[in-house]
């Protein structure tokens, strides 16, 4: 039978300023902790619901069809981090 973790054997994680800068922008304020994969994927996620919800406003005829493809853009451009590998956010 293993022994359980204790808290001060956990895993720590330094991530870049500039990694942390980009997360805090989006609310995200992951503890040293916090493992990269599991903030890469919030991140992801929250970039697929934003788009999903600019999709749902395009069918709903909200937003124009016409420059969608620029508001997509202008979405992704806000994610930089996604295009990121996790271990790239450590220094």
Not at 31 to 44: M, Q, R
Not at 48 to 55: D, G, S, Y
């Amino acid at each position: 039978m293993l022994a359980p973790r204790r808290l001060d054997d956990a895993m720590s994680y330094r991530y870049r300023p500039d990694v942390l800068d980009q997360l805090w922008a989006h609310g995200v304020q992951p503890k040293p902790t916090t493992a990269p994969e599991l903030v890469h994927e919030f991140v992801s996620d929250l970039y697929r619901h934003e788009l999903r919800r600019l999709r749902d406003r395009l069918v709903r005829r909200e937003i124009p069809k016409q420059g969608y493809s620029d508001r997509v853009i202008a979405l992704r451009r806000k994610y930089p981090l996604i295009s990121l590998k996790p271990f790239q956010w450590l220094e």
